[in-house]
């Protein structure tokens, strides 16, 4: 049977959006991808600050990715894409250890209370189940009261603003790679090795994956339209086409023709009017905000589930630095509490690159925030003013900057509230009535996941695609579950 061709509306261009219109595009289907943001990207964007190409915070690529995936994508960036050495280091009970956690350094200069005591909870980590699904349960059961009560604490109170008693264990499950003593050891053996401390980076930043997958999915045929904001989504049904409806936008924020789409000639292939017909809707768009786009709407339970679907965001705050280097590390995590920022990156640190101009760095401070807050209204003058007596308190190098730059993200980290499974599970019944959508990647599905599962979910996607253009929801479902067992690599 002849395969048929069809029409496919692609709503986010990061990395997941891209790939699944660039493979769909190849595949012979008529794709149109549209973001409302100025580039591609998303948060795995690349921009430029201070002459220097960095990153929407601190990203790597696994060599846990799919070797189909990374040979595809070592195709479309040669050797640009570089195998580099981590080099990280972790601020803990005041005391600063190599990350990846590395045993030597562990037994040299881990606080002597803190190895105690992860020692003892080893010991008897038989004698504690968990008393309640939580995230303050499950690490507390798995790793000990000691890990539990000073690293997590702390940390999840940071990142996420509320307490580890008040999210699910599901967090646990995904954001903590190892759930007992044991494997904390198996980690370190594999973490020892050269093998286990790299990660893959591009020369031009991280965005030069989604640039890449762009040029890509250009050249195989898909238009991408950029700076077009989803506005409306007729769902459609099994019998009727889906319908998503679009405005562009100038700088100004005025509404512009759909005449400017980026194909290989350049022109939008629709240009007469503001809204698509589509065969299938792939979104990668927080699942929440599709649904309140939605007309006709969901059922009352799902857009009240939807409401109940929040994040947490970052801060980003670029220093640049009128200096060759900061110092040797890519990052410094930072979980205290008495830390603004969660993790400080250095981009140029990440790659070996002769682009990047001499004299002068940048450093990236990821400051978690609530949209809205006290840190989030903050100006740039004071957050830069207390990074800068956060990292002398520590004994990091001082910081002049010579420029300040701020970037916020509204949408970084899912919080996970007890019971979250629940309202996503009534959006997943509402979507299930309309077959030619389908959500995945990080927002999409409402997860904590690496770069290199998404690219895995929108492959997932483009592969279920039968020979007669429709869906075969089947096979996406035993994907779905698949995507479960994602836990997140830092």
């Given at each position: 049977?002849?395969?048929?061709?069809?029409?496919?509306?692609?709503?986010?261009?990061?990395?997941?959006?891209?790939?699944?219109?660039?493979?769909a595009?190849?595949?012979?289907?008529?794709?149109?991808?549209?973001?409302?943001?100025?580039?591609?990207?998303?948060?795995?964007?690349?921009?430029?600050?201070?002459?220097?190409?960095?990153?929407?915070g601190?990203?790597?690529?696994?060599?846990?990715?799919?070797?189909?995936?990374?040979?595809?994508?070592r195709?479309?960036?040669?050797?640009?894409?570089?195998?580099?050495?981590?080099?990280?280091?972790?601020?803990?009970?005041?005391?600063?250890?190599?990350?990846?956690?590395?045993?030597g350094?562990?037994?040299?200069?881990?606080?002597?209370?803190?190895?105690?005591?992860?020692?003892?909870?080893a010991?008897?980590?038989?004698?504690?189940?968990?008393?309640?699904?939580?995230?303050a349960?499950?690490?507390?059961?798995?790793?000990?009261?000691?890990?539990?009560?000073?690293?997590?604490?702390?940390?999840?109170?940071?990142?996420?603003?509320?307490?580890?008693?008040?999210?699910?264990?599901?967090?646990?499950?995904?954001?903590?790679?190892?759930?007992s003593?044991?494997?904390?050891?198996?980690?370190?053996?594999?973490?020892?090795?050269?093998?286990?401390?790299?990660?893959?980076?591009?020369?031009r930043?991280?965005?030069?994956?989604?640039e890449?997958?762009?040029?890509?999915?250009?050249?195989a045929?898909?238009?991408?339209?950029?700076?077009?904001?989803?506005?409306?989504?007729?769902?459609?049904?099994?019998?009727?086409?889906?319908?998503?409806?679009?405005?562009?936008?100038?700088?100004?924020?005025?509404?512009?023709?759909?005449?400017?789409?980026?194909?290989r000639?350049?022109?939008?292939?629709?240009?007469?009017?503001?809204?698509?017909?589509?065969?299938?809707?792939?979104?990668?768009?927080?699942v929440?905000?599709?649904?309140?786009?939605?007309?006709?709407?969901?059922?009352?339970?799902?857009?009240?589930?939807?409401?109940?679907?929040?994040?947490?965001?970052?801060?980003?705050?670029?220093?640049?630095?009128?200096?060759?280097?900061?110092?040797?590390?890519?990052?410094?995590?930072?979980?205290?509490?008495?830390?603004?920022?969660?993790?400080?990156?250095?981009?140029?640190?990440?790659?070996?690159?002769?682009?990047?101009?001499?004299?002068?760095?940048?450093?990236?401070?990821?400051?978690?925030?609530?949209v809205?807050?006290?840190?989030?209204?903050?100006?740039?003058?004071?957050?830069?003013?207390?990074?800068?007596?956060?990292?002398?308190?520590?004994g990091?190098?001082?910081?002049?900057?010579?420029?300040?730059?701020?970037?916020?993200?509204?949408?970084v980290?899912?919080?996970?509230?007890p019971?979250?499974?629940?309202?996503?599970?009534?959006?997943e019944?509402?979507?299930?009535?309309?077959?030619?959508?389908v959500?995945?990647?990080?927002?999409?599905?409402?997860v904590?996941?690496?770069?290199h599962?998404?690219?895995?979910?929108?492959?997932?996607?483009?592969?279920?695609?039968?020979?007669?253009?429709?869906?075969?929801?089947?096979?996406?479902?035993?994907?779905?579950?698949?995507?479960?067992?994602?836990?997140?690599?830092?």
């Amino acid at each position: 049977m002849d395969q048929q061709r069809a029409r496919i509306v692609v709503v986010g261009a990061g990395p997941a959006g891209l790939w699944a219109g660039w493979q769909a595009a190849v595949a012979g289907h008529q794709v149109t991808i549209v973001d409302r943001a100025k580039h591609v990207g998303g948060m795995a964007a690349s921009i430029d600050v201070g002459g220097l190409r960095v990153d929407l915070g601190s990203h790597r690529l696994h060599p846990s990715t799919d070797p189909v995936i990374l040979q595809r994508l070592r195709g479309l960036l040669g050797e640009a894409l570089q195998t580099r050495p981590r080099n990280g280091r972790i601020h803990l009970a005041g005391n600063w250890l190599g990350f990846p956690l590395r045993t030597g350094d562990l037994l040299r200069n881990t606080p002597r209370a803190f190895a105690l005591g992860a020692v003892r909870d080893a010991i008897t980590g038989s004698f504690r189940p968990p008393r309640a699904d939580t995230f303050a349960e499950v690490v507390r059961s798995g790793l000990g009261p000691t890990v539990a009560t000073e690293f997590y604490g702390p940390y999840i109170r940071k990142i996420w603003g509320v307490d580890f008693n008040e999210l699910s264990g599901e967090l646990a499950r995904r954001r903590v790679s190892a759930s007992s003593p044991q494997d904390i050891v198996r980690r370190l053996v594999r973490g020892s090795r050269p093998a286990g401390r790299t990660f893959l980076y591009p020369r031009r930043g991280f965005g030069q994956i989604s640039e890449a997958l762009a040029e890509a999915a250009v050249a195989a045929g898909a238009d991408i339209r950029l700076e077009a904001e989803v506005v409306s989504l007729d769902p459609g049904s099994a019998d009727r086409h889906a319908r998503v409806g679009f405005a562009l936008r100038d700088t100004d924020g005025s509404e512009l023709p759909v005449d400017g789409g980026l194909g290989r000639d350049g022109v939008g292939r629709d240009g007469t009017g503001t809204s698509l017909e589509a065969d299938l809707v792939w979104s990668t768009a927080p699942v929440g905000e599709l649904a309140t786009r939605s007309a006709p709407p969901p059922p009352a339970v799902a857009l009240a589930a939807a409401d109940r679907l929040v994040y947490r965001g970052l801060v980003l705050v670029y220093l640049v630095l009128d200096q060759a280097q900061w110092t040797e590390f890519d990052a410094h995590y930072l979980p205290g509490e008495d830390q603004l920022a969660a993790r400080v990156s250095e981009p140029r640190n990440y790659r070996d690159s002769t682009a990047d101009p001499a004299g002068v760095t940048v450093l990236c401070a990821e400051v978690p925030a609530t949209v809205g807050d006290d840190t989030w209204t903050a100006n740039d003058a004071d957050l830069a003013a207390r990074l800068a007596e956060d990292f002398a308190r520590i004994g990091l190098p001082p910081v002049r900057p010579a420029e300040v730059r701020t970037v916020r993200l509204p949408n970084v980290y899912p919080v996970y509230r007890p019971g979250f499974e629940w309202d996503l599970a009534a959006l997943e019944w509402w979507l299930a009535d309309h077959p030619r959508v389908v959500t995945f990647g990080r927002q999409g599905l409402f997860v904590p996941d690496n770069t290199h599962h998404a690219l895995a979910m929108a492959d997932a996607a483009v592969g279920t695609i039968r020979p007669d253009g429709t869906f075969n929801h089947p096979a996406w479902s035993a994907a779905r579950n698949q995507f479960r067992n994602h836990v997140v690599e830092d």
